[in-house]
């Protein structure tokens, strides 16, 4: 028979995105565990950071979070209050009234993230892959596509409480329109692996859904702006105060129209003079 699901639930946290959680596999996977689960699951499964595909199946059977250990680096379970380990190598787990549990021979389903790391690269095609297959969850972990490891792990512990993770190439998250819909449907947001600082208020300007205007949330490099100058009750400061407001806007649009290229976008706009001083 199959053993029994792990029980787990959710850390209660905050709404706003935490500082993203980096380091090497090992204490990132064991941070990423105790950040999602708190003291609140009876069983994990261990894996060595060298195979992982055995691991991610048990915890998937399991519903269990996963996580990296090496012999040198054991996993410690007691803080946790773990009852159950499941290890292909017992040198993995620390000594403790925990039980240490060979690996099934019932295995679960590989997930997105797991099999687009397999080859210890995580591309654009894999980005999207996962990102298609996926859907939003209250919870959400964002893994660095530079750190491919850590997908499967982060993979696991986030389907054990129910959330979903998913691959960004680091930068300005505020270009990474594919991740706001995931962004905006959670409530608790993580950031997992070689991430900026600024990465957690990117995080913020993600979920909180709103766009400038013509789209998007950065203006350059991605947008042109053509602008009508001047004062908008006269013409002698410029072509913006040569028609009224509604012509305005509609000579506008037809001057940004003139510039437009491929692959960027133009946005017409006022460059509007706000203060004039008059010689005393």
């Not at 997930?111 to 654009?124: F, H, K, L, Y």
């Not at 095609?125 to 596509?145: G, K, M, R």
């Not at 509604?246 to 037809?254: G, L, S, V």
Request: with cysteine; glycine share 10%.
């Amino acid at each position: 028979p199959s053993p029994r699901r792990a029980i787990v639930n959710p850390c209660p946290g905050g709404s706003a995105t935490p500082e993203p959680i980096a380091g090497d596999v090992v204490s990132a996977s064991t941070a990423a565990a105790r950040a999602l689960v708190c003291s609140s699951t009876d069983a994990v499964v261990v894996a060595p950071d060298d195979e992982i595909e055995s691991g991610v199946r048990t915890a998937s059977l399991l519903q269990a979070p996963l996580l990296y250990a090496t012999p040198d680096t054991p996993f410690q379970p007691d803080d946790l209050g773990i009852a159950r380990v499941w290890t292909s190598d017992e040198r993995l787990v620390a000594g403790g009234k925990h039980a240490v549990l060979p690996l099934p021979g019932h295995q679960g389903e590989i997930s997105p993230m797991a099999r687009t790391a397999t080859d210890g690269e995580v591309d654009q095609d894999d980005i999207q892959t996962t990102l298609e297959e996926s859907e939003p969850a209250d919870s959400l972990v964002v893994v660095s596509s530079q750190e491919p490891a850590l997908g499967p792990v982060a993979a696991a512990t986030a389907e054990a409480i129910g959330g979903v993770a998913v691959w960004t190439d680091p930068g300005d998250l505020r270009r990474r329109p594919r991740l706001a819909p995931f962004a905006t449907g959670a409530r608790q947001r993580w950031l997992l692996g070689s991430f900026d600082p600024e990465a957690t208020w990117q995080m913020e300007v993600l979920a909180g859904g709103s766009e400038l205007p013509g789209g998007g949330r950065l203006l350059f490099p991605d947008k042109r702006l053509v602008a009508l100058y001047g004062h908008p009750h006269t013409g002698s400061l410029g072509v913006l105060g040569e028609q009224p407001v509604d012509e305005a806007i509609q000579r506008a649009h037809e001057l940004a129209a003139a510039y437009a290229t491929e692959g960027t976008d133009v946005l017409p706009t006022f460059e509007i003079i706000v203060t004039t001083a008059t010689a005393g």
